[in-house]
């Protein structure tokens, strides 16, 4: 079982930056493709960004894009996500998660996922 903890969230203004860590104890992140989703109130969670296990594969939604870069740093058992520019749009509660599905493929949806953390704000003011 691994067990994982996001920090770095908060209350930022529009167009500053943020960077959410999330860090894997009781087992090795370089096991596992990790994902950032986030999720706001009656909403679904979304995948934010993903990558493989070796970190050379990358996913990201449309609406992040070019803003969002998800890294990871194996030998430390933490996964980044770095966000600029944020809008309020991004306003939301991010978690970390893991996946086994696949070496090759990204995990997508959050049912490919077997762990996650307990999430972190992030808040967004206009």
């Known amino acids: 079982q691994v067990q994982l903890v996001e920090s770095g969230g908060g209350l930022v203004q529009t167009g500053e930056s943020l960077t959410l860590s999330c860090v894997a104890s009781?087992?090795?992140?370089?096991?596992?493709?990790v994902g950032w989703f986030r999720q706001t109130l009656g909403k679904q969670r979304d995948l934010v960004a993903a990558?493989?296990?070796?970190?050379?594969?990358?996913r990201y939604s449309d609406s992040v894009k070019g803003r969002f870069t998800i890294s990871r740093n194996n030998a430390k058992n933490t996964a980044y996500l770095q966000m600029n520019r944020l809008e309020p749009e991004d306003t939301a509660v991010y978690y970390c998660?893991?996946?086994?599905?696949?070496?090759?493929?990204?995990?997508?949806?959050?049912?490919?996922?077997?762990?996650w953390g307990q999430g972190t704000q992030v808040t967004v003011s206009s």
């Open positions: 009781q087992g090795r992140l370089s096991d596992w493709a």
């Open positions: 998660a893991v996946s086994r599905y696949s070496s090759t493929i990204i995990p997508l949806f959050p049912a490919m996922y077997e762990f």
């Open positions: 990558t493989l296990w070796n970190g050379e594969d990358t």
